[in-house]
């Protein structure tokens, strides 16, 4: 994203929170997203479920705890500008990373429900490789997805984990996700959790630290 195409929206003014190794001293690094009405903070404490020596984490927050204002199966227009400016939020989380020496190829996106929407949205947008994808009950943004999403994620990791019966998140928007990822050329893992409910387990979070890890094989 050239500095012209930036957005200034509602979230570019809000901390960015960090933990882990910190970055000067980071190999690798974890961007992760909060769910509506959540924190930064909370997402620090759930990446420490997952991390590994060495790796940076970094939790843009959201302005009033809310990526975007509707569910994110309303069609796209209707949550703006709130996802626009999450979708800049990851891009200047992950550029403080670059800034640090930290190429993308060691970045992996972190979200949980409206995060892992918003992290699902972002790879799909700003395709190449990345360290990874881990959504925790999240998928794409929009009524209907593209038919066609451009670009090539290169062999990118993603792991997908969700309730089979989510009250927020359909399962078929979490297998439609997984075939739009794969049609772009990542490497997914898409997992269904029988009477889960709306949370994260301890077998997803289990894959995930995998995934860390190879960031700082």
């Keep these: 994203m050239s500095a012209d195409d930036r957005v200034e929206g509602p979230h570019q003014d809000q901390p960015l929170v960090t933990g882990g190794t910190d970055l000067e001293d980071a190999t690798a690094a974890l961007v992760c997203t909060h769910g509506r009405g959540a924190t930064a903070q909370g997402m620090i404490q759930l990446a420490g479920e997952v991390l590994q020596e060495g790796v940076a984490v970094l939790a843009p927050q959201a302005a009033r705890r809310t990526w975007y204002p509707n569910s994110f199966l309303e069609p796209v227009e209707r949550n703006e500008p709130g996802r626009s400016s999450g979708l800049q939020a990851i891009t200047d989380a992950i550029g403080e990373a670059n800034d ?10 972190l979200g949980f429900s409206q995060g892992a929407c918003l992290a699902s949205e972002y790879l799909a947008r700003n395709p190449r490789r990345y360290g990874g994808l881990a959504a925790f009950s999240g998928g794409l943004i929009g009524d209907d997805l593209d038919d066609e999403y451009p670009g090539d994620l290169e062999g990118t990791p993603v792991f997908l984990g969700c309730s089979d ?45 995998e995934m860390v890890a190879a960031l700082v094989d």
């Design 165 to 209: 019966t989510d009250p927020h998140i359909p399962r078929a928007r979490v297998d439609d996700t997984a075939d739009v990822l794969e049609s772009m050329n990542a490497d997914v893992t898409k997992r269904f959790y029988e009477g889960m409910g709306h949370g994260v387990n301890e077998d997803e979070l289990t894959f995930v630290s």
């Design 100 to 109: 640090a020496g930290i190429p993308t190829e060691r970045v992996m996106l």
